[in-house]
């Protein structure tokens, strides 16, 4: 158990549209998800937290309006990226956790690879 | 500042050899350490961790020890196999909070 998935698991796009991610978690219902963005050779970098019913948490740095998040429901968060440009090109990862304790595991989806023209 | 860092790759074994990847962390308080293994095309899944100091983290004959006065969390296995191919990404947790600090993967290659 604890499968997520995320879809498309690769996009290309011309600069300045917008494209949507989505993460599921398809055998658990998910309090809580994650995106992360990862540039080659380096870590998975935490963009924001998102909890179900309410706003996401940004992280210092990322621009709320550039990539909105939407956690609607207990088993899907999506990601806009919007006005996308060549430098926000690279790889998302999401992740859920189940919830229930302090310390609660993630469990990662399989990412999707963005390539803006 | 909480960080990790790992040994960068590309690691090429031949089957049946020992693998290390050594990690040393940076962290405020006492976090719970972790190696997750990347397989190509799947998400991140958690191989193995350890929530305090000298516990010892193992799974699927790989093992990592906490070691609390070197802030380190190694990753070993005796004999490698050719399914063992894949990214591997120490990271940390907090304890305080659902934020993961991950290293920048180590990429394993492991040739018949």
């Known amino acids: 158990g604890a499968v997520v998935s995320q879809h498309p698991s690769r996009v290309i796009c011309k600069s300045g549209t917008s494209v949507k991610i989505e993460c599921r978690s398809l055998d658990f219902q998910a309090t809580t998800m994650f995106w992360y963005r990862q540039f080659p050779k380096q870590s998975l970098m935490l963009m924001a937290t998102s909890n179900e019913g309410s706003k996401a948490t940004y992280e210092q740095g990322v621009e709320k309006d550039k990539f909105l998040i939407n956690h609607a429901s207990l088993t899907l968060s999506t990601l806009t990226v919007t006005s996308a440009h060549p430098e926000d090109s690279s790889f998302y990862i999401c992740?859920?956790?189940?919830?229930?304790?302090?310390?609660?595991?993630?469990?990662f989806g399989p990412g999707t690879r963005l390539t803006v023209l | 500042g909480n960080s990790v860092t790992q040994m960068e790759g590309p690691v090429t074994l031949s089957e049946e050899a020992f693998l290390t990847i050594n990690c040393t962390y940076t962290?405020?308080?006492?976090?719970?350490l972790f190696w997750y293994v990347q397989y190509p095309g799947e998400g991140l899944q958690l191989l193995l961790k350890a929530t305090k100091a000298d516990d010892k983290g193992s799974n699927k004959g790989f093992e990592a020890t906490y070691r609390k006065e070197t802030t380190s969390f190694h990753l070993e296995k005796g004999s490698v196999q050719v399914s063992d191919s894949a990214v591997y990404f120490c990271?940390?947790?907090?304890?305080?909070?659902?934020?993961?600090?991950f290293g920048t993967g180590t990429s394993l290659t492991v040739i018949p």
């Open positions: 992740s859920a956790s189940k919830g229930g304790s302090s310390y609660n595991e993630q469990f």
């Open positions: 990271a940390l947790n907090r304890n305080t909070g659902n934020q993961f600090y």
């Open positions: 962290a405020t308080g006492y976090p719970s």
